[in-house]
């Protein structure tokens, strides 16, 4: 022991980067008896009886419990705002290390926050001490510090805080104490005293500069650089930085482009934590308790949360028991859907419904059951970080506070490349370098205040020794004059296009313009050799295919990338056995490429499962005929709609659409409030005006709504005019159709009968000279056609189409005069376009530009591939366009 105590020296350190590689090299040279420590350690330790300095984690959560309890005056209205824990932190920290007495102030503001440190300290753990009463401890053991500390050397600060000043003046006259600058300036304050000071020359290196096109290809061009110090062996990987004077907005390209060249770099600063699985299952559990408990984020929960205590015995496919479309945005609608699943669907055969009510039950809460929740819920990592983030700001600010967390990862930085901080890399140089950001108020930042305390009550320079502008200029020169070799890059524009200035700090240096699309001489990783090197990424499967597409798109022929087909493909044949509506024959007959893509492939957009923030004119369209379904079921078995009066219709109408409404709430996402009751007010004058339009009653009439023919009722209706099983066949084509028939007027005699179609969109001018309109008004023919086929050939039938939202005045009822010749015209075109199909003739018809084409993202990109195209793949559909030009 006598031996240790003879050779204890201590190493003072400012940051924990350095203190780590300080402790590394000490062990590597197998040295005995060394401390490395901060100078809050140092005090501490002189000061004795196991004293420490006040934590940061314990100052954090010490200052979210003393806020609520102190009158902070004039910051009273922004003391319960997110951030507001941090910014204190903060300041008290500012504060202390300026060694400034907010006990003798008498500014109003100073004295708030005198009375916030005075509850702050009282709220921790007695062995934690400010820096002044530390040093003032420290002061009067002096005696002990040849035994205690040994010699002390000061290590890569280019400057100390002030509440440190004294100490380390006062152990110069007890201990040896050595500054060792390196090739940093030595502050004014330690030149005169009894301290030695080491100083070393600079490298005297020049940097290399770049201009590189964007911050991403700032990093692209960092890891070019790294790469080929690797491959050429000019560096280890333990001797290599990357660093930026604020890294956060360059943490996602490092991070992707560090996986994608498969270079390991550990990340000084730490990386988010919810780009780390644990963050990710606390940000699905904030996501639900902020934004409410949707269908969807209620899966994601409980996708992270599988396997866990939490939900135990919980099938991971237990979701498919809940219909798919519906949002679930309350616990009355979980409770809705459970009670309707039979136990036997439930995976298992086994009912887990009251396990996800328990879980549910928990997340309504919202933000104010956020801690119960965390504590129900998480496991042991997520739950720590969860922590962190509430001690950072109020439940309602989760989202984030919890993008501000960050954790260690899991990289030893002696052994890897290192992304960090300007300030960390300087406290601990490595001699291969590289220097982001290099951009006009970006490095060096621009000086700003502190956040509750403004420069005209503590001036600048008074609450901080270094201001952050001065810390960046001395790392850059730190940085550059302890470097072997040193690169410095600055972006020409930002991620948005603007224009970016260069800073000062990079002089007269000469400057190298990178191009975003050069080729490098070490590519960063293999996607990006393989696009610098285009003779090797045409070998490549990837390359070929999609130089072959390019070229076919602009061959004079229709080809397989066109949309030709094996004939007779077994899928193509497949679709015309099954049953077909007005919406996939308009698409056969207008676009037979989406066609294929729809129903033979069955590709489909993706359905909307949060809230819209409006309702579109095709769910518009839905909510009427659903009201004018309940409303006139209503007024016909209450003595006939063709006898009720416009009192009964507009009741029953109001009460449809309370109806309806209640089922969309619980069945599918519905907008905001104001929206949606906006809507629902459009409903009732929609659906009043169709229903009170004056039509002539047919003798004894009966009316229906939402008929169906060629599939079953899902409402279960027992007195249909029609087996709604029977299969229809257009003939001549081969095609059964199906679909629901929006009005249906029957006399009751069976021998008339009018079909109504419902139009709630616009009205077009030319619409008394409309008929089949292209292929796009198939509905009423249709359904003439199919009443005709169901009810037998004596049954005179009548086809409309009525516009309720017709301007007064205007004509709003459009009857089908010609409905043989309209059948014979579109059952010929649909014969010409099934035999176009099975040929293998799947080609963008006229509907493929069309701005609604929710396959658009399918077809080619280049705008001039349609009119290149299309009037090729119009001679080779032959007769079957003619449709497109019907009125």
Known sequence: MSAVL???????????????????????????????????????????????????????????????????????????????????VGTLDKIWRADIDLSTSKHPRLQA???????????????????????????????????????????SHSEMPVCWRRLVLALANCVPVIWVAGPRSVPDWVIGTNIEIRQSPPSGIAPEVYSCATPQH???????WMRSLLADSKAKPEEIAITAASPADY?????????????????????????????????ALADVLVNGISQARVQ?????????????????????????????????????????????????????????????QILEKGPAGAQEAGEKLLPKLPLKLWHLALEDGPATALPVTLARLRIADDLEPASHPIWAPAISLAASPRPFVRLLALNAGRWP???????????????????????????????????????????????????????????????????????????????????????????EFRTTPTARSGLAAWRDWYRPQINARDGLVSPKHPRLNKIFQQPMSATSLRMLLRDPIRFVWRYALGWRQPEETDEPFSVDPLTFGVLVHETLQIAVGTLESNGGFGNAKLDDITKAIEDAVLVTAAQWEAEQPVPPPIIWQNALQATRKVATAALTYRLDRLPNQKSWTEIPFGMTDERGRNHLPWDPTLSVEIPGTGVIIQGQIDRLDLSGDNRQARVIDYKTGRLSRDMADVVLKGGTELQRCLYAFAVRTLLGPNVKVEAALLYPKAADGDQALFPLNDLQGALGTLAAAIARARGNIEKGLALPGIDAGDGFNDYAFALPANPSYLARKRPIADKQLGDAIKIWETP
């Open 6 to 88: 003879q050779t204890r020296r201590t190493i003072v350190v400012h940051t924990n980067f350095a203190a780590h590689m300080a402790r590394v090299a000490a062990a590597r040279r197998g040295e005995v008896g060394l401390q490395i420590m901060s100078m809050g350690q140092v005090a501490g330790r002189l000061a004795g009886g196991f004293l420490r300095p006040i934590d940061i984690d314990a100052l954090r959560e010490a200052v979210r419990h003393a806020l609520p309890t102190v009158s902070l005056g004039e910051l009273e209205p922004i003391k319960g705002l997110p951030g507001m824990v941090r910014a204190a």
């Open 113 to 155: 926050l005198a009375a916030l440190e005075f509850q702050v300290l009282q709220r921790l753990p007695p062995s934690m001490k400010k820096p002044r009463t530390l040093v003032d401890l420290a002061l009067n053991r002096l005696t002990h510090a040849p035994a205690v500390m040994g010699p002390v050397e000061i290590h």
């Open 218 to 224: 700032e990093v692209l061009e960092a890891f070019r």
């Open 251 to 283: 943490d996602d390209y490092v991070s992707a482009l560090s996986h994608e060249a498969n270079i390991p770099v550990h990340f000084v600063q730490g990386i988010q934590a919810v780009a780390t699985p644990a963050g990710q299952t606390d940000a």
């Open 300 to 360: 994601r929960l409980m996708l992270r949360l599988d396997g866990t205590k939490s939900i135990a015995g919980l099938p991971r496919d237990w979701t498919r028991v809940l219909p798919a479309d519906a949002p679930l945005s309350s616990l009355e609608r979980w409770r809705q859907v459970f009670s309707s699943v039979e136990p036997a669907a439930w995976p298992g055969g086994v009912d887990r419904s009251s396990a996800v009510l328990d879980v549910l």
């Open 445 to 535: 930042r621009r000086i700003s205040e502190d956040r509750l305390i403004p420069d005209h009550i503590i001036r600048i320079e008074d609450l901080d020794s270094l201001p952050v502008s001065d810390a960046d200029r001395r790392d850059f020169a730190t940085i550059i004059a302890s470097a072997a070799q040193a690169t410095i890059s600055f972006s020409r524009r930002d991620v948005e296009g603007r224009l970016l200035g260069r800073s000062p700090l990079v002089g007269d240096f000469k400057e190298t313009y990178l191009s975003y699309g050069r080729v490098p001489e070490h590519a960063a990783s293999e996607p990006d050799r393989l696009i610098a090197r285009p003779t």
